[in-house]
T-cell receptor
């Protein structure tokens, strides 16, 4: 029963380095979402992707952050030149592409990014 | 922009007590409503959902929620909690798209 997989689970980066977070959706799911949870805050939407397409990136910071979901392989959330304020838990979710369960999102365990 | 408010940040109950967690949202159009639960050390799991139809929805583990459109509310209830219900509970909404807007969560602790 392979759910949403995220790796790494914990990632430590120094200021100025790049962070790459990976997400493999559930089998059969073609939509991927990224959320961020800052300390003492709820989860905030970042970006919504289908294979090879960004559907909604209204929650992505304008600089340093990018996301992709290639035809083959996992979705990648990339943070360039990390700063201490990027320290957070990053969660990926996936859903089916259509049908009555389209709106049901299933979450992975998250990646905890610490910037030192 | 849509938003979700969860009024209780921390709730402590004894086993067998009844539970009601409040959730209010602000959005003028059609919404889909969700409750997610995060048990200690585990990832978010979908507890129940409302898309349309009967406003009283039943989820896993004896939980239910009632959608009251006039009050913009989607409160979570359980008649008798168990120690294993200790977890963090998140209300969430999608409206006009597929991105979830979450409340800040309610930490529930059930004492024996």
């Amino acid at each position: 029963n392979a759910g949403v997989m995220q790796n790494p689970r914990h990632l430590v980066r120094r200021r100025g380095q790049e962070a790459r977070l990976r997400c493999s959706p559930m089998k059969g799911h073609s939509h991927v979402y990224w959320y961020r949870q800052l300390p003492e805050e709820g989860l905030k939407f970042m970006v919504y992707l289908q294979k090879e397409n960004i559907i909604d990136e209204s929650g992505m910071p304008k600089e340093r952050f990018s996301a992709e979901f290639p035809k083959e392989g996992p979705s990648i959330l990339r943070i360039q030149q990390v700063v201490r304020g990027d320290s957070a838990a990053y969660f990926c979710a996936s859903s089916l592409g259509s049908g009555s369960r389209f709106y049901e999102q299933y979450f992975g365990p998250g990646t905890r990014l610490t910037v030192t | 922009a849509q938003s979700v408010s969860q009024h209780n940040h921390h709730v402590i109950l004894s086993e067998a007590a009844s539970l009601e967690l409040g959730c209010n949202y602000s959005y003028g159009g059609t919404v889909n409503l969700f409750w997610y639960v995060q048990y200690p050390g585990q990832h978010l799991q979908l507890l129940l959902k409302y898309f349309s139809g009967d406003p009283l929805v039943k989820g896993i583990k004896g939980f239910e929620a009632e959608f009251i459109k006039s009050k913009f509310s989607f409160n979570l209830r359980k008649p008798s909690v168990q120690w294993s219900d200790t977890a963090e509970y998140f209300c969430a909404v999608t409206g006009g798209g597929n991105k979830l807007t979450f409340g800040t969560g309610t930490q529930l602790k059930v004492e024996l």
